[in-house]
């Protein structure tokens, strides 16, 4: 078995779970738009782009915008996440976050962030943890997002590590795809039908085994 030598998490939904604002951000937009929207079919944007994101909420009528108009929404909802963002403090971690980034940084791993957020650095500054990272890959760094593994080989590439030596944490199909695609350990969070292609698979992060993926500790 190929020596792990460092560990990309994703962000939303693994280290913090801003889904919940980011839900209340397209709510609104929704709202406004006199489009249907729930709980439930956020389920589906978990790890998909902004653009793409609106895409799949505007659904068959997404023809009946213009291009201007497209982008004029997705600021309008990345304004109301914004605003939510400025609630976000430390409490915000999701149970064993903070514990999982001692442990890898105990063992001595690279630790590294796979976000398809734009608002990756403003998260990880509310959280107190920009500075701690060794490669921050955001919504910016690459063309093709998740499931294009290009995101996780571009975080690689700045970590200076070979693909098959990372390891990644991610809680989205799309995010588990782009790993597998990018020839990585796969560590999903949560049920079976969202994650069950990767290699682990643990309900929370509080609930990852680093000795089981990893061995124990010498
Ligand atoms: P933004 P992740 C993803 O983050 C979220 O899961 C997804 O819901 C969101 O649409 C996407 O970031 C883009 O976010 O609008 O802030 O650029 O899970 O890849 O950390
Ligand atoms: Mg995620």
């Not at 921050?136 to 294009?148: L, R």
């Not at 039908?193 to 682990?200: I, K, L, P, Q």
Request: charged share 25%; glycine share 6%.
């Amino acid at each position: 078995m190929t020596c792990i030598q460092a560990f990309i998490l994703d962000l939303d939904g693994v280290l913090t779970d801003t889904s919940i604002y980011h839900f209340q951000a397209w709510k609104r937009l929704a709202d406004d738009e006199q489009i249907p929207f729930t709980r439930a079919d956020n389920e589906h944007l978990r790890g998909v782009s902004r653009r793409q994101s609106l895409m799949l909420l505007l659904g068959t009528q997404r023809n009946d915008y213009t291009e201007a108009e497209i982008q004029e929404m997705m600021a309008r909802k990345n304004s109301y996440y914004q605003e939510l963002l400025a609630e976000l403090t430390t409490a915000n971690f999701l149970p064993g976050a903070s514990e999982l980034l001692q442990a890898l940084k105990q063992r001595g791993l690279k630790v590294a962030i796979g976000s398809a957020s734009k608002n990756t650095h403003t998260v990880l500054r509310r959280l107190q943890i920009l500075e701690l990272f060794d490669a921050i890959g955001d919504g910016y760094s690459v063309e093709h997002t998740k499931p294009a593994p290009d995101l996780f080989l571009h975080v690689a590439a700045e970590l200076g590590v070979a693909p098959e030596t990372c390891a990644v944490v991610e809680d989205a199909r799309s995010g588990v795809e782009a790993a597998l695609a990018g020839n990585m350990l796969t560590i999903g969070i949560g049920p079976e039908e969202r994650v069950g292609a990767a290699h682990y698979r643990y309900a929370s992060t509080a609930a990852i085994d680093l000795d089981e993926i990893l061995g124990s500790p010498k």
